[in-house]
């Protein structure tokens, strides 16, 4: 007997796949992480990260603008500077690299996009940690705490509309929030990276940082194997007053998204670090796989789970891609970004 009951119906061409999409991508659903570097007088390639480069501020201007063009909802700014220290005093420089950016970039666009920074010591410290080392060489929390509150104050005067703290210290968001309030910086916003994992996909980050580490991250962030705890941060950090949570990285921690998206009464976000950008760019360099249909799935994936936004390194392709569709919103395509060879124009 022929089935009555026929899902197939639902699927038979592009244009009903798109109807009746449960899922959708909106350009400005997607943030752009870029590096600012000190010293430069060209954009300088990060060969673990193909097609991505630490930008001098002007490039970074334009890259702004392009992003301002294709839609998206923002850039998150990550400084890179010539000079490091044990408490990472470029952090809270005016002229540091990242505060220097970020007045520049706000100045020019800030009533046009939103300007984001990374609040983390990482970049700046000579020991590559994300806070003030004790004597003992583990990581003062607290102590860090003040250094989180200096930066920012400084990169809210800089002209920054959302701190992104990255940096896993207890107590961090309720710390940073009195001192802005403080100052008279109640509307800059905070976007917490609650559960932030100590991921093995960091790896391209840290050459796009210069990164300074040695031994690893395992005390502050968290434990590959821990669900339940990415959600017990992500309340924490709402408690604390956090404007919005972000679970990182985004890929391979579906699960605890889903978890945070399910309970959080906060916008959720999730961030597509470096080694997933990698991976797919390593995998089509060789042929291996369609690259321009596995970046609209996997970010597709990442709204599905619950996220209201995501930090991709390909925002501006994947926007801009949207924008010569004509689409503003889109389920999954027949088709990559650049047809269905997947090859780049």
């Known amino acids: ?6 899902p197939r119906r639902l699927r038979q061409s592009a244009p009903m796949r798109r109807l009746v999409a449960e899922t959708r991508i909106h350009p400005a659903q997607l943030v752009l992480p870029m590096f600012v570097a000190e010293g430069l007088t060209e954009p300088r390639a990060i060969s673990s990260m193909p097609g991505q480069v630490q930008h001098t501020l002007d490039t970074a201007a334009r890259e702004v603008e392009r992003g301002i063009a ?7 700014l990550f400084g890179v500077p010539q000079h490091k220290d044990a ?3 470029g952090a809270t420089d005016p002229d540091g690299i990242l505060n220097r950016a970020t007045a520049f970039l706000a100045e020019r666009f800030g009533d ?3 300007i984001q920074t990374d609040l983390c010591l990482d970049e700046f410290t000579d020991h590559g940690h994300c806070g003030v080392l004790a004597d003992d060489g583990s990581v003062d929390n607290d102590a860090t705490l003040e250094r989180y509150a200096d930066m920012a104050i400084a990169q809210a005067e800089a002209g920054s509309r959302i701190l992104g703290l990255s940096g896993m210290m207890d107590g961090q968001v309720e710390h940073v929030r009195t001192a802005l309030d403080a100052t008279g910086h109640q509307q800059t916003a ?4 609650s559960a932030k994992y100590a991921t093995a996909l960091y790896g391209p980050f840290r050459e796009a940082v210069d990164s300074s580490l040695t031994g690893d991250r395992k005390t502050y962030q968290q434990d590959p194997g821990n669900r339940r705890e990415g ?4 309340l924490l950090d709402i408690a604390e007053g956090a404007d ?4 990182k990285p985004a890929g391979l921690y579906l699960d605890v998204l889903a978890d945070v998206a399910a309970a959080s009464d906060v916008p959720v976000w999730a961030y597509q670090v470096s080694g997933e950008y990698a991976m797919v760019e390593a995998a089509a360099a060789n042929g291996w796989i369609d690259r321009d249909r596995l970046i609209t799935e996997s970010l597709t994936s990442i709204v599905r789970a619950g996220a ?3 930090l991709t390194y390909w925002a501006i392709e994947q926007a801009e891609w949207l924008q010569a569709r004509g689409l503003s919103t889109q389920g999954m395509p027949d088709q990559g970004l650049h047809g269905a060879s997947g090859a780049r124009p």
């Open 1 to 6: 007997m022929p089935p009555t009951i026929r």
């Open 70 to 76: 294709a839609g998206i909802g923002g850039v998150m």
């Open 87 to 89: 408490v990472g005093s």
């Open 112 to 114: 046009a996009t939103v």
């Open 190 to 193: 905070i976007l917490a990276y």
């Open 231 to 234: 959600l017990r941060e992500a």
């Open 244 to 247: 919005i949570v972000m679970v």
């Open 308 to 310: 209201d936004t995501v």
